[in-house]
């Protein structure tokens, strides 16, 4: 008779296996993967649609027009009516004029063209920091986009690890429901006693106190993905996946992508601006020479006076040649602060190298360290396995007490625990490192 019921209980095992497999085809197609999490959120970010904005007002300041290479047209007019007394005398008394509130006009108007000659090659400066402006704009971007996939990739990962604790739970549940269901068969046949029963009731309900608290911590961990997505909280999604980890991560390739990091060479352009702005501000003590020309129209008249009516108009061209010679040191005060500004770029960029180098150091030594415990968990999880199935059939059998269960059950749950964290810890070292790399992709 017993036998049979360890035949029944294997058989119940396999049902629920098929059970399960053929559950999660049926929702297999409600999935969320690691691909739609991460599209999603390149396609929602804020922060890459800001980054993105930036790289378009440094396409739009990239022009010969904003550098002040293109020709400058301007129209200028003025039409002054006036009353004025006049009072005028001449050796020839005849000729003198004395009269109140006497009206007149004076009507000036010009166009006026002008194109820049020379300025100490400033114009040239300004339109290669323009531009290299506009390729720093597009490394901040990538940056931007690593971080977005290396966050989405990391927390994605936490649901499964989530997700993982639960599952261990459930197999949990399973043993002590198959635990009680013994007990109680024993009772009826009285090989049991009531202080077990209520024990192993006792130890179900804490396993699925702490499976629904398990879902909670699943629900809030799918809200901080769904945040990191700038998706709708609380919009239903399914994800069944499993953590897969890259074993080739190598440091010395990682190390030599370094430089190629988006936020270092984002660092790199910034020390060619500074530099850029250096020249720009030393251009500021050679002269100016710039070639204008136009047409001028004035015309004055009055009811009375001297000069009743005078006009003139006509075309001019002209060169105009402007020397500083001394306005307080500004220039000077100004080039010195360009050059600090300059080196403080370079120590910048020095420092988010050896930042990044010391962080890539520690990561992939934990990366390392982890893949080698996961070897060993592994063994140890399917030991425990195999251990909680073998005392679970002696218990059945009446070889093990109901505490040698509990204890099985509690390492099957510590080494299902620990499995699923290292699992977590490597691949989150990996996504990690390839940030630093730059090799992250949807």
Same mark, same amino acid.
């Given at each position: ?319 105009? *040649? $402007? ?8 220039? /000077?005060? =100004? #080039?010195?602060? +360009?050059? %600090? ?41 399917? *030991? $425990? ?8 059939? /002696?218990? =059945? #059998?009446?070889? +093990?007490? %109901? ?40």
């Amino acid at each position: 008779m017993t036998q049979s019921r360890i035949g029944n209980f294997n058989s119940m095992r396999k049902i629920a296996v098929i059970l399960a497999l053929l559950t999660g085809t049926a929702y297999a197609q409600q999935s969320f993967t690691l691909t739609d999490a991460i599209n999603t959120a390149l396609k929602n970010s804020y922060d890459i649609q800001l980054a993105k904005n930036n790289i378009e007002i440094s396409l739009v300041n990239n022009h010969p027009g904003v550098a002040g290479a293109l020709p400058t047209v301007s129209a200028t007019g003025s039409d002054n009516e006036q009353i004025t007394s006049i009072n005028q005398k001449f050796s020839d008394p005849s000729r003198d004029t004395k009269r109140d509130n006497v009206g007149s006009n004076n009507l000036v108007m010009g166009i006026t063209g002008s194109i820049l000659l020379s300025n100490g090659y400033r114009v040239i400066t300004t339109r290669k920091r323009l531009e290299q402006l506009v390729a720093q704009n597009k490394d901040l971007l990538n940056a931007q986009i690593q971080t977005t996939i290396a966050a989405v990739s990391t927390k994605y990962f936490d649901v499964v690890r989530q997700q993982g604790y639960r599952k261990t739970l459930q197999q949990s549940i399973e043993v002590a429901k198959k635990k009680l269901e013994v007990l109680q068969v024993r009772k009826d046949v009285g090989l049991s006693n009531q202080a077990d029963i209520y024990q192993a009731q006792v130890d179900l309900n804490a396993l699925v106190q702490s499976q629904q608290a398990q879902e909670l911590v699943i629900e809030q961990a799918i809200t901080d993905l769904q945040n990191l997505m700038f998706m709708k909280p609380g919009t239903p999604i399914t994800i069944k996946d499993t953590i897969l980890i890259d074993r080739s991560v190598n440091m010395d390739s990682v190390r030599n992508r370094l430089a190629l990091n988006p936020l270092v060479t984002a660092a790199s352009k910034q020390i060619n601006i500074n530099e850029l702005i250096e020249k720009e501000t030393a251009a500021l003590r050679y002269p100016t020479v710039r070639a204008s020309t136009g047409y001028n129209f004035s015309s004055s008249s009055s009811a009375a006076g001297f000069t009743q009516l005078n006009q003139s108009y006509g075309p001019f061209v002209g060169i105009n *040649l $402007s020397i500083p010679i001394y306005a307080g040191t500004a220039s /000077k005060r =100004q #080039l010195q602060v +360009a050059q %600090i500004n300059t080196r403080n770029a370079v120590i910048q960029r020095d420092n988010l190298i050896y930042d990044n180098e010391v962080g890539m150091v520690k990561t992939y030594q934990g990366y390392r360290n982890t893949l080698a415990q996961l070897e060993t968990e592994q063994k140890n999880y399917q *030991l $425990s396995m195999q251990l909680l199935d073998l005392v679970l059939q /002696k218990f =059945q #059998l009446g070889q +093990a007490t %109901i505490i040698d269960v509990r204890q099985a059950q509690q390492s099957f749950e510590n080494e299902g625990y620990r499995l699923i964290n290292l699992a977590y810890a490597a691949k989150a070292a990996e996504i990690e490192l390839k940030r630093l790399a730059g090799q992250l992709t949807p």
